[in-house]
């Protein structure tokens, strides 16, 4: 049986490195349903596919790549129910990858006429996940953050501009039959408002509760200036919030996210505090994301100061996006990455901090970081 040390160190090697498709095996990878190479667009680690490591149960969303320069290990043959990943660089095994199916709602169509792949995709197992709002300021001024293609999948009609709650309400129903929605992450671009999009947020989460009161749901925004609509998010139904700072040190922020750098971190700091108090222990975290050529060191000491307020640090590594500009960003070292994990875990073990007492979204689905992993291992 394999453990959990050796579980952490694969999964995070797979996070980082992605896996190469064989080029004699097209075919094959596409009888099996594997067509994706590469990022196509999204806001985060997107643009790969989740798989279940060899223990059956430990999640992780792999990048799929036609080119080995962004890596050594190579995915082969499927054997049984696995596919076998080669290590070119130890010229052996380096594990085995049970596939997550597409579900079969995504060939089913809403009320009126959309794609439901376009309105909710699945994220790892049965967490239900959509981008509710296809836009961003940020983008439309010249200052979007580099990692982000939420604009993308816009553009490529992989998706619509905006949902509502009678096509939200229909996709969860339908995921529901085939146990892919335990539960919810809801998303968006920023928007020009004051309320950073709050209000859009209030009104479908009203409206998906009527029908799903019981669905946890995690909602996603940047901080704001008001705290009460923190208070209104839960008061409406969310479960779980997610302020992200994406990007670590005031430097790098302003050359990765130049337009959200604008925002002080004191302001992450009150919505932080703020949401512990609203949602309650465990249930506020923040996204980071890491291979932007920052310190090991620095990304520890500065997530420990978060972790001390309360709030789960969701640590990812970046993935490029397949432009000129971001797609030349190094890959993260996985090692670098494996001491960062570590670190983070034993200082939530510290603070009191527990990934898994989260109840909705991105920290309960765990597939693009290894940090409950990381937890389960110190």
């Not at 994406?246 to 604008?262: F, H, N, Q, S």
Request: aromatic residues 8%.
């Amino acid at each position: 049986m394999i453990n959990i040390h050796t579980i952490l160190k694969k999964k995070t090697e797979l996070l980082c490195k992605g896996v190469c498709l064989d080029e004699t095996l097209k075919n094959h990878y596409k009888e099996q349903g594997i067509e994706i190479q590469g990022r196509k667009g999204g806001a985060g680690p997107l643009g790969g596919r989740y798989f279940l490591l060899e223990d059956n149960k430990t999640l992780v969303n792999v990048a799929l790549w036609d080119t080995r320069k962004n890596t050594n290990l190579v995915l082969r043959e499927k054997v049984g129910n696995s596919f076998k990943v080669y290590d070119a660089r130890e010229k052996g095994h380096f594990c085995n990858l049970k596939l997550i199916d597409h579900p079969k709602f995504y060939d089913l169509k809403t009320t009126d006429g959309i794609l439901m792949k376009k309105i909710a995709l699945v994220h790892g197992i049965n967490c239900l996940a959509s981008t509710i709002y296809q836009k961003c300021k940020y983008w439309a001024c010249g200052e979007s953050c580099k990692f982000c293609g939420i604009e993308l999948s816009l553009h490529d009609g992989s998706t619509i501009l905006e949902k509502n709650s009678t096509q939200m309400n229909e996709v969860i129903i339908a995921a529901k039959k085939e146990n892919k929605c335990k539960h919810m992450t809801l998303t968006s671009g920023t928007t020009e408002d004051d309320d950073k999009g709050a209000n859009k947020y209030i009104k479908l989460l009203k409206e998906i509760k009527e029908v799903h009161p019981k669905l946890p749901i995690h909602i996603q925004i940047e901080p704001v200036e008001d705290l009460t609509y923190i208070n209104k998010l839960k008061e409406v139904g969310a479960s779980t919030i997610g302020i992200h700072i994406e990007v670590m040190g005031d430097i790098l922020r302003k050359i990765i996210t130049p337009g959200k750098a604008k925002i002080p971190y004191s302001l992450f700091e009150d919505n932080w505090k703020h949401s512990i108090e609203v949602f309650g222990k465990n249930q506020v975290s923040t996204y980071i994301l890491a291979g932007f050529g920052e310190s090991r060191y620095d990304i520890i000491a500065d997530v420990k100061k978060i972790i001390s307020l309360g709030v789960i640090p969701y640590i990812t590594p970046v993935r490029p996006l397949p432009d000129e500009a971001s797609g030349n960003m190094p890959i993260m070292n996985y090692n670098a990455l494996l001491e960062i994990y570590s670190n983070v875990a034993k200082q939530m073990k510290e603070f009191g901090v527990n990934p898994f007492e989260n109840k909705a979204g991105c920290v309960r689905c765990g597939g693009c970081s290894a940090i409950n992993e990381a937890y389960r291992a110190v």
